[in-house]
């Protein structure tokens, strides 16, 4: 069974820096591109960032562009998200989310975790 | 990277069918066929129920339909059940390496 579980959230204040983990099991993430979900409380869904299967490529939403690094270590079957110079407004619930079958050049996001909730505020 | 357009609510009775819109521009909806349907339930995690524009998952009642005409994508939901109330986002590529979801809609089941 396909599992994704994050950690890492908690109160941080403003230009604090956090490191979220997502541990994955049932699958190897080196098969698949990885990437970070956000929702703000009651809001709805925002991409943050994405890595290809073996770290070629990455990406970020404008949002976030030079605060966060998105990372794997595919050893440890986990995905990463460094967090720095935090915002208010980067407070949400962060979703570790992985891509379809690498061979079938997949666009969309097949398999979620449960999230884990970052609260900026001093 | 401006979020694509969707209703902010819909509603329907048992049995009926509606449609959520999500309309984007010809760099992201119109553009590619990548256009992806998650549902969200209160509390919980989004699950994917449309991917490239019309397929669906295993496991996904054919109840869920996806399409797409030019820079509007639509989800249709057929003979409405009360646990089809919930979120509805869409999703679309939108280049180098980019994702853009859309606002969401409230589905009610009356």
């Known amino acids: 069974e396909v599992q994704l579980v994050e950690s890492g959230g908690g109160l941080v204040q403003p230009g604090r820096s956090l490191r979220l983990s997502c541990a994955a099991s049932?699958?190897?993430?080196?098969?698949?591109?990885m990437h970070w979900v956000r929702q703000a409380p009651g809001k709805g869904l925002e991409w943050v960032s994405g890595?290809?299967?073996?770290?070629?490529?990455?990406a970020y939403a404008d949002s976030v562009k030079g605060r966060f690094t998105i990372s794997r270590d595919n050893a440890k079957n986990s995905l990463y998200l460094q967090m720095n110079s935090l915002r208010a407004e980067d407070t949400a619930f962060y979703y570790c989310?992985?891509?379809?079958?690498?061979?079938?050049?997949?666009?969309?996001?097949?398999?979620w975790g449960q999230g884990t909730l970052v609260i900026v505020s001093s | 990277q401006s979020a694509l357009t969707q209703p902010r609510s819909v509603s329907g009775s048992p049995g009926q069918s509606v449609t959520i819109s999500c309309t984007g521009t010809?760099?992201?909806?119109?553009?590619?066929?990548?256009v992806s349907w998650y549902q969200q339930h209160p509390g919980k995690a989004p699950k994917l129920m449309i991917y490239?524009?019309?397929k669906r998952p295993s496991g996904v009642p054919d109840r869920f339909s996806g399409s797409k005409s030019g820079n509007t994508a639509s989800l249709t939901i057929s003979g409405l059940q009360a646990e089809d109330e919930a979120d509805y986002y869409c999703?679309?590529?939108?280049?180098?390496?980019?994702?853009?979801f859309g606002g969401g809609t409230k589905l009610t089941v009356l």
């Open positions: 490239d524009v019309s």
């Open positions: 989310t992985k891509m379809g079958p690498r061979g079938y050049n997949p666009h969309y996001f097949d398999y």
């Open positions: 890595i290809t299967w073996n770290s070629g490529s990455t």
């Open positions: 010809s760099s992201d909806v119109g553009g590619y066929n990548y």
């Open positions: 999703c679309s590529y939108a280049g180098s390496y980019f994702w853009v």
């Open positions: 049932g699958f190897s993430v080196d098969d698949y591109a």
